[in-house]
Structure formats: C-alpha cells, structure tokens
C-alpha cells in the first residue's frame, strides 16, 4: 500500500482570542478577529491539530505533511513522529518556510527493530506585537495580523528497497501545553525559536 494521509482531528476557535478586544468572550462580532481558513490554517492561542499518514515507501520516494500557521504572539509547538519496519533508511525533515526566511532540519535514521520511531520538535515562530513581520490576514473580520507560515514535514526513503509500514504523526499544539498528547514527549521547558532555527528533537 502506498503512503495516504489524513488530517485526524482540528479544533479551530473562532474568533481568534489573542487578536479579539475582550478575547474569546468578546460579544460583539463586528469586534472578532476571525481565522479566514480555519479548515486547514493554525492561529487562535488554543488551536489543536494533528495529521498522519501511513503506508509502504517505494525507494527514492517522498512524502510530504503540510500546515499552515497564522503566527503571531502566541506560538504553537510542532511534534513529529515517523515509525517504520525493519531495514529501512529513512530521511526526516521539517522546512518552515515565511516571509523572508526558511529554515529546515534533517533527522537520518537507519531501523534494525521491527518497529522503531523518531521524534522531531520545533516551537515557534514568536513575534512581538509591534514586529514589522506581522502583515494584515486578508478576510480576518476586525483585521488581524499575521505573519503566514508554511510546515512541511517530509519522509523520504533513502535506501535501496522498499520502506514497509512507514508511519507519520504530526501534532500542533499551543506553546503552553504540558504534553504531546500524541504521547511524543513533553515540552513543558522546551526554549527555542523556529525563526531563528533552533531545533531540539530526540532519538
């Protein structure tokens, strides 16, 4: 079976709390800041998101997760997780791609379990409230701002033969929650800055 991805669960607010007068309780709606793309768009304080995909990895090949993150003063965390079978060579990587930056870690990892995962994980980007960075989000009601952000978490199978029952997690999450509930790790005292490059990940 060739890999297939899915998008498992997204639990976007509307209006976006950080950006509202008044926040999340704000009554009055000419007031709200709204996510305009809340189908597939990270930005309120308290959005969750998590996809995966999963499947046989044909060698030379990639597969690729993206998200989009509407990023402001109130960063996320990102986590990943890639399982796979025995004797594969597998190529980790996330790119964050914005205005002006991109940056981009790799993991290799050869497997000799029959059932062994890696971890990556990443926070971030922060901007202050006054950054130059932050440009108006088109259709966002009372007009947030913003500065779009491109994830793209990509797999690729750099041995010689197929990779079986390749699995991918990824898990976005607000900065100040206590765990993965992927059950990845915690990050509770995790201090880095996506824009700035600073990566921590695990083996």
Known sequence: MSMQGQVNAFWPQQPVEQQTPGGETQPDRSL????????RAIWDADDIWRASAGGDLAAGESYWLPALIYADWSPHTIALEVQCGKFSTIDMS?????????????VNGRWYSTRLRRTLG????????DSSALLPVPDSGAGGR?????????????GTHTARRVRMLMEIVPQFA???????FTHDNIDSD??????????
């Open 32 to 39: 709200w800041v709204t996510n305009p793309s809340p189908v």
């Open 146 to 158: 913003a500065h779009p952000v491109t994830v793209r978490f990509r797999v690729r199978n750099v």
């Open 194 to 203: 996506l824009a700035t490059a600073n990566f921590w990940w695990t083996d």
């Open 122 to 129: 990443v926070r971030g980007p922060d901007y202050d409230h």
């Open 94 to 106: 996330i790119t964050v791609l914005g205005t002006g930056f991109e940056q981009m870690r790799r």
């Open 178 to 184: 206590t765990t993965v509930e992927l059950g990845l």
